[in-house]
């Protein structure tokens, strides 16, 4: 188990298209070795999530896990540690909200990104259970977030305006007090 260091915007495996992994090969201590390293990682940088991609490791997989003293995140609802192995993401409805998204491989930088507010996910897990679920609300989000990167694509290239494009301190001052606002009412809606 290790700490890895997280990959920045611009370099080559965080623009890539992550490869599959080997269904057989999810027992392997190599594979498990990454799990550990993903979810070490993810919270030791306080991240609501990590992909493979972003410590390097060019293979489709990624936690997820919310807590609820996150310092980064502190009005998001709590997400369990999940772990996906090839996950595949599908819209539930057309119904999208705007989400304040950062990343651990974009430093210093917010902005705002429409995300499908319902969606089910699939995947294995670390035991190679293959599993589906649905998650709505707020938390939905994060999902898609994680999914992206394993398609090479950052949280910038899908913001469409940009003037919302902030600190993470200019945030906290000016913008995080309205969009706390609008995720507790969508938790309110939908529990998540
Ligand atoms: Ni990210």
């Known amino acids: 188990m290790a700490v890895r260091e997280i990959l920045e915007i611009g370099h080559p495996t965080l623009a890539a298209r992550a490869q599959e992994v080997e269904v057989e090969a999810i027992g ?55 772990i996906l192995i090839n996950p595949t993401i599908t819209f539930l409805s057309d119904e999208t909200f705007e989400n304040y998204e950062g990343c651990l491989s974009v430093p210093n930088l917010r902005g705002a990104v429409t995300r499908h507010l319902e969606v089910s996910v699939s995947g294995y897990d670390r035991d190679g259970t293959h599993r589906s679920f649905d998650v709505r609300g707020y938390s939905a989000g994060t999902f898609q977030h994680e999914n992206d990167h394993l398609d090479g694509i950052l949280f910038p290239h899908r913001v469409t305006d940009s003037r919302t494009f902030c600190s993470w301190s200019a945030f906290s001052a000016f913008r995080q007090e309205t969009f706390a606002d609008r995720v507790r009412q969508l938790v309110e809606r939908w529990g998540a």
Do not use: C, H, S
């Not at 807590?67 to 980064?72: E, H, K, L, W």
């Open 28 to 82: 392997t201590p190599e594979v498990q070795g990454w799990i550990d390293d993903l979810i070490d990682t993810m919270r030791a940088a306080n991240g609501a999530g990590i992909a493979a991609n972003q410590v390097g490791i060019p293979y489709r997989l990624f936690t997820v896990e919310v807590r609820g003293d996150n310092p980064r995140y502190p009005y998001k609802p709590p997400i369990p540690l999940t």
